[in-house]
């Protein structure tokens, strides 16, 4: 008799690629003045576990309109949308 209880459907499938968000849905948006701010305290995309140096982001899109509409074609470090999930590595 065979007493694996295994459920798949707990499983997250690892071999499929899923399309990134837009910045627009995720609310993605870059100010200027935080250009020379310390990256590592507040909520940037510097110190965000999806960023990827020194200008992309795992799960949003480099390119495309930002929630003002702007199109800068890359993830700013100074960058910050409403996904953002703390990198303990560079968060102080
Ligand atoms: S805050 Fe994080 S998830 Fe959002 S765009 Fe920046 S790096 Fe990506």
């Not at 690629?17 to 995720?26: D, F, G, I, V, W």
């Not at 949003?60 to 409403?82: F, H, M, Q």
Request: charged fraction near 20%; aromatic fraction near 14%.
């Amino acid at each position: 008799m065979n007493t694996t209880t295994t459920n798949t459907s707990s499983y997250i499938p690892t071999d499929k690629q899923y399309p990134k968000l837009s910045k627009a849905t995720s609310g993605y948006l870059e100010i200027e003045h935080f250009k020379n701010a310390d990256l590592h305290s507040g909520y940037f995309c510097y110190n965000c576990t999806y960023f990827i140096e020194p200008n992309h982001c795992a799960i949003v899109k480099d390119n495309g309109p930002d929630v003002y509409n702007k199109e800068s074609r890359v993830i700013a470090p100074y960058g910050l949308c409403t996904l953002w999930d703390p990198n303990e590595e560079e968060t102080r």
